[in-house]
């Protein structure tokens, strides 16, 4: 049962970027997806990577502006962010994320998926 360490939050002001780190304790097999949750908000999916073919995915509001990404070698999954906007302050996490048909899901595997999680905060 892999853990996941994220890393990386911090203060930036809206236009700025961070890149977050999610470091897992051992070799990721499954899909692997990034979530955020805002103040007084559920969670949210973020991004995802397919365990399958590497294909990603990515919601409506951060398309264009994150990346998703991963060193295997390192077993380590990244998010960089470009042009953070105010409405991307969140408490961020990465857990394993739902395949389907090939395809990643910004859907955690396990409800109970969270870790501490990293913070960002966009504000100027």
């Known amino acids: 049962h892999l853990q996941f360490v994220e890393s990386g939050g911090g203060s930036v002001r809206p236009g700025g970027s961070l890149r977050l780190s999610c470091a897992a304790t051992?070799?990721?097999?499954?899909?692997i997806g990034w979530f955020r949750q805002a103040p007084g908000r559920g969670y949210e999916g973020v991004s995802c990577?397919?365990?399958?073919?590497?294909?990603?995915d990515y919601a409506d509001s951060v398309k264009g502006r994150f990346t998703i990404s991963k060193d295997n070698g390192k077993n380590t999954v990244f998010l960089q962010m470009n042009n953070l906007k105010p409405e991307d302050t969140a408490v961020y996490y990465c857990?394993?994320?739902?395949?389907?048909?090939?395809?990643?899901?910004?859907?955690?595997?396990?409800?109970?998926?969270w870790g501490q999680g990293t913070q960002v905060t966009v504000s100027s």
């Open positions: 857990a394993p994320a739902l395949t389907h048909y090939g395809s990643c899901l910004m859907h955690p595997l396990q409800d109970d998926a």
């Open positions: 051992g070799f990721i097999t499954n899909s």
């Open positions: 990577m397919s365990r399958v073919d590497g294909s990603t």
